[in-house]
C-alpha cells in the first residue's frame, strides 16, 4: 500500500463508548471514526480485550488498513463500497475507484455500561442513503474467563428499490474471497492462528462453510492465549475465514452469489461471540455455542 494511503493518524472523532462486564472494561466501540474515505469509515469494536486484558482485535494494521476490529462492512452494495480498500472488477481485478461510502451513526437508542443501541445509514459516495440500520451490542459475563458479545443488526431496504450485496468472488475473483458482513479482524502476536468448527480445521477446510460455530485461536500482543467462538450465519450465508495472511472471520453475505434484499424489507442478523481467555479444545467450544439461545 502506498503512503498516500495510509491510516489517518487520529483514527476517532468522538469519544469511544465503552462496554464494561463486572466493572471491566472489555470493548471501545468507536462510533464516528475519522477515516481517509477510502478504509470504508464506519463504527467499529476496537479494542476489545478478554477479561483477563489480552487484546483480540486489530483496526487500521498495515497489511489491510481498512480492517477495523470487529464491525459490519460490505464490499458491493448496490455498486458503493463500503468495505474499503480497492474494489474488485470483473475482468479487470482489484481497482482504485471513487465509489467508497460510509456507515454512518445517527443517533443512540440506548447507551449503558453493558448495552448500546443505535440507528445508522449506509450511505453511497455522494451521501444517498442505501440502507437504513438499528443496531444492539450487549456485553454479559458467562464463566471468570469467558464473557459473550451479542451484536443484533436489522438492516433495511428503502420503499421502492431493491439492495445488491456483492463480493470480490460474486464479482468474479476466485480462491473464496466472498467476504463482506459481519467481519472479525483478529490479532495473531504469536504467530498464526488456529481455526475449526467441529467438523473441519484450518482455513482452506473451513472457508465457505456452513457449520453452526466456528473456533478461532490464537495469542495477542501481550503473550495471553484467547479464543473467540462464533455464531450467527443466517440463510444463505457461509463462513469466511483467514489465518495465512491475517487472522480473519467474517458471517459472509454474500460468499458464492449476491444478496438481495427486497424494497422496503429488512435483513435481521444475530452474532454470538464467545471471547475466552487461554486455547480451549473443540468440545468446550461446542459447549459455549451449545449455550446460543440463552
Not at 481485478?93 to 445509514?121: F, K
Not at 502476536?189 to 473456533?215: D, H, I, M, Q, R
Not at 438481495?260 to 475466552?276: D, E, F, M, N, S
Request: glycine fraction near 14%; charge should be neutral; hydrophobic fraction near 40%.
Amino acid at each position: 500500500m502506498s503512503a498516500d494511503h495510509a491510516a489517518d493518524p487520529a483514527p476517532a472523532g468522538a469519544e469511544p463508548a465503552r462496554l464494561l462486564v463486572g466493572g471491566t472494561e472489555v470493548a471501545r466501540y468507536v462510533v464516528d471514526p475519522v477515516l481517509d474515505a477510502r478504509h470504508g469509515p464506519r463504527p467499529y469494536l476496537h479494542p476489545v480485550r478478554t477479561l483477563g486484558g489480552t487484546v483480540v482485535t486489530d483496526a487500521l494494521p498495515a497489511d489491510h488498513v481498512w480492517h477495523l476490529g470487529a464491525s459490519l462492512a460490505v464490499q458491493d452494495v448496490d455498486g458503493t463500497n463500503l468495505w474499503g480498500g480497492r474494489t474488485y472488477v470483473r475482468d479487470v481485478g482489484y481497482t482504485w475507484r471513487d465509489d467508497h461510502g460510509r456507515i454512518v451513526h445517527t443517533g443512540w437508542t440506548r447507551r449503558s455500561a453493558d448495552l448500546l443501541t443505535h440507528r445508522l445509514q449506509w450511505r453511497d459516495p455522494r451521501g444517498g442513503v442505501l440502507l437504513t440500520e438499528r443496531r444492539q451490542l450487549a456485553a454479559s459475563a458467562v464463566t471468570p474467563g469467558t464473557w459473550r458479545l451479542d451484536l443484533d443488526s436489522t438492516l433495511t431496504a428503502p420503499p421502492g428499490r431493491a439492495v445488491h450485496l456483492g463480493s470480490p468472488a460474486t464479482n468474479g475473483r476466485p480462491g473464496g474471497a466472498g467476504y463482506g458482513g459481519f467481519f472479525w479482524r483478529a490479532v495473531a502476536a504469536g504467530g498464526e492462528a488456529t481455526v475449526f468448527t467441529a467438523e473441519a480445521a484450518g482455513e482452506e477446510a473451513v472457508n465457505g462453510s456452513a457449520a453452526p460455530w466456528l473456533a478461532l485461536t490464537g495469542t495477542g500482543p501481550g503473550g495471553g492465549a484467547y479464543t473467540l467462538v462464533f455464531t450467527g450465519l443466517g440463510p444463505g450465508d457461509r463462513w469466511f475465514v483467514r489465518t495465512a495472511m491475517y487472522p480473519g472471520v467474517c458471517v459472509a453475505f454474500a460468499f458464492d452469489r449476491p444478496a438481495v434484499l427486497p424494497a422496503g424489507t429488512t435483513r435481521k442478523g444475530h452474532y454470538q461471540i464467545w471471547i475466552c481467555d487461554s486455547t480451549l479444545p473443540p468440545d468446550q467450544c461446542a459447549t459455549l455455542a451449545d449455550d446460543r439461545r440463552s
